[in-house]
């Protein structure tokens, strides 16, 4: 009862599908968990993750405490592929990621899409972080990434570095190439970086240390 009670102050932002409860005079929907085992299997091994890299940096705390549901609904707020729901104090109470994101990582596993939605959702909910449009440029230069699975690799060129996994393409570039902004912070080479990141282990990194990244490099634009 305690826990609708979180959920009812906050979920009239969320308009989805699920669970129809009465709280407080309101009726309102809770999104029903509709994840698989696999599903399941995949976000707690990815949680752990997560967690271990934090760990690794001195964050101790575990990012397993608040439930991750998973929906198949595509109508709430613009179609996105996650997000986090929080309480009137800023807390999360919990984070629903759109099976979209499992099907994309499945299609292309050079690409950890259950990772970066993941650990964005929990810059949301566990550290009340809001959006990022901070990117590392190097004038002259594009940065050249690679992203490799166990079949093959892709190379694909940047303007600049996302400092956060908080990271969103603004509206203008995302018009222009929105999935390509948010590539890099799927690549399996930096994810150490953007954990440290979000812990607060690391501020920023300038275009130098970038270099250190085996699968990243910044290629002059000819003139
Ligand atoms: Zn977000």
Redesign the pocket.
């Known amino acids: 009862m305690v826990f609708f009670k979180l959920v009812c102050r906050n979920i009239l932002a969320v308009s989805l599908c699920g669970l129809l409860v009465s709280c407080n005079g309101f009726k309102i929907w809770i999104p029903e968990d509709e994840s698989t085992a696999e599903e399941r299997e995949k976000i707690a091994a990815t949680l752990q993750h997560i967690s271990a890299l934090a760990a690794e940096v001195g964050y101790q705390n575990s990012f397993t405490s608040l439930p991750v549901w998973v929906t198949t609904e595509d109508e709430y707020e613009n179609n996105r592929s996650a997000y986090c729901s929080w309480d009137d104090n800023n807390h999360g109470v919990y984070i629903v990621i759109n099976r979209k994101v499992f099907e994309r990582e499945k299609q292309e596993p050079r690409f950890q899409e259950v990772f970066a939605v993941l650990l964005?959702e929990i810059g949301?909910c566990y550290f009340s972080r809001g959006?990022s449009h901070e990117r590392i440029l190097k004038p002259g230069y594009i940065a050249e990434v690679q992203a490799v699975d166990s079949v093959g690799g892709t190379v694909f060129n940047e303007s600049g570095f996302p400092v956060s996994i908080?990271y969103?393409g603004s509206p203008a570039s995302c018009q222009e190439n929105c999935d390509a902004s948010f590539r890099i912070t799927k690549v399996k080479e930096f994810e150490k970086y953007f954990v440290s990141e979000l812990v607060g282990t690391i501020k920023a990194m300038s275009a130098d240390e970038l270099e250190k990244f085996k699968s990243f490099r910044w290629v002059k634009i000819e003139e």
Do not use: G, L, S
């Open positions: 964005h949301h959006h908080m969103v």
